[in-house]
């Protein structure tokens, strides 16, 4: 039988989220990220949110679990896959795929909104005037972008021999396969991302639908009791990527 349902996972906390939140804390310019972005590990924090994605994992029923795990090769989404499935108590094969990557912020990477604003003046501009889901800064990829890999991705998902796929990725990759399941607008995504953006070890759900116009229906999105159940810290951080603000937004896409 043909995948019937994606679980996405957006990573725990990361070593960068805590840098990137201590930048725009600060007001710095720079964040002080302690690797290149895919060798980021997640924080204690991030390993206690995974664990309980863990136990989540674990009280599902036979019918409801995952058959294999796709990730982003970037080390915390793929270390949030690992921790999960050994709290569960589950052996399954990781299939890595480059296009579940965070999205690449080219040379604005690093930066705060602060940092953007005084080194690259004429991005912060173009940013502005352009819109956060189409700006793409110089070497890197806007939210556009990302949504084209998404698609991709969802569509080789659709073949998946597994009835139930698990997915670790990022905030952004994840936040996009729900626009692309649902349909939504570039108006609709962005409000979603201001009002109610992915916490960190969110769970999401998609799951077919032959009645929806994209084959697909979000039935959860951005669950965390699993976080409160097990007394783990929830965390809704900004990240090393897309630290540019917006008026009073300063929240990042990931790290």
């Known amino acids: 039988m043909a995948l019937q349902q994606v679980i996405l996972v957006r990573h725990g906390q990361s070593e960068g989220n805590v840098a990137a ?14 690797a290149r972005d895919p060798d980021v590990e997640l924080s ?7 664990s309980a994605v863990g136990h989540w994992l674990s009280e599902l029923t036979d019918g409801e679990r995952p058959g294999i795990v796709w990730t ?3 080390r915390r989404a793929r270390q949030t896959g690992e921790i999960a499935l050994e709290q569960a108590e589950m052996e399954l094969d ?3 795929d480059e296009r579940l990557r965070d999205r690449d912020m080219g040379i604005t990477d690093m930066l705060t909104g602060a ?5 690259y003046p004429e991005e912060a501009e173009r940013r502005e005037w352009i819109g956060k889901f189409y700006y793409r800064p110089p070497g890197g990829e806007s939210w556009a972008d990302v949504a084209g890999r998404v698609r991709a991705v969802l569509a080789d998902l659709a073949q998946e021999r597994h009835e139930i796929a698990l997915v670790t990725a ?3 990759v994840n936040l996009l396969f729900c626009y692309v399941a649902e349909g939504l607008d570039e108006e609709a995504v962005l409000e979603r991302s201001r009002t109610n953006g992915l916490k960190n070890a969110a769970i999401c759900r998609l799951v077919r639908d032959e009645d929806s116009p994209t084959g697909w229906r979000v039935t959860d999105y951005n669950l965390d009791e699993h976080l409160r159940r097990e007394d783990v810290e929830v965390t809704d951080q900004p ?7 917006e008026g009073s937004d300063e ?3 990931d790290a």
């Open 239 to 245: 990240g090393a990527a897309d630290a540019v603000g």
């Open 170 to 172: 990022h905030d952004v």
């Open 94 to 96: 990781f299939k890595v």
């Open 72 to 74: 982003s090769p970037y």
């Open 44 to 50: 204690e924090t991030g390993r206690q949110q995974a």
């Open 251 to 253: 929240r990042g896409d």
């Open 115 to 119: 940092g953007i604003r005084k080194q």
């Open 21 to 34: 939140e201590t930048a725009m804390r600060d007001g710095l310019e720079r964040i002080d990220v302690p």
